[in-house]
Nanobody, 118 residues
């Protein structure tokens, strides 16, 4: 299973970005899909998760500003990030659980850098 994340970049405070993460490879189904982030010198932290049915759960730090969505036909999730703050600067990683011939496994994408700065 491969995860391709894209959409990162440099944006000014208050601006917006949209991240995407597409899953490909050999699997029967994908379960939960999530975004995590890791700022410089910090531990990786949870941002948001979405179930196959569309149930979501956001970290308090991004509630009301970030919106996750999912297209099961494309095995892709999106993260719309609005009202960005400098503290949102981080490498954003997508994470999924998928079921293959060996059962359920957890996978990470390569990360995409988001920099919020004036």
């Amino acid at each position: 299973v491969q995860l391709q994340a894209s959409g990162g970049g440099l944006v000014q405070p208050g601006g917006s970005l949209r991240l995407s993460c597409a899953a490909s490879g050999n699997f029967f189904e994908i379960g939960d899909m999530a975004w995590y982030r890791q700022g410089a010198g910090r531990q990786r932290e949870y941002v948001v998760i979405i179930s196959r049915a569309g149930t979501t759960n956001y970290a308090d730090s991004v509630k009301g500003r970030f919106t996750i969505s999912r297209d099961n036909s494309k095995n892709t999730i999106y993260l719309q990030m609005n009202s960005l703050k400098p503290e949102d600067t981080a490498v954003y990683y997508c994470n999924i659980v998928s079921r293959g011939t060996g059962g359920w496994n957890n996978y990470w994408g390569q990360g995409t850098l988001v920099t919020v700065s004036s």
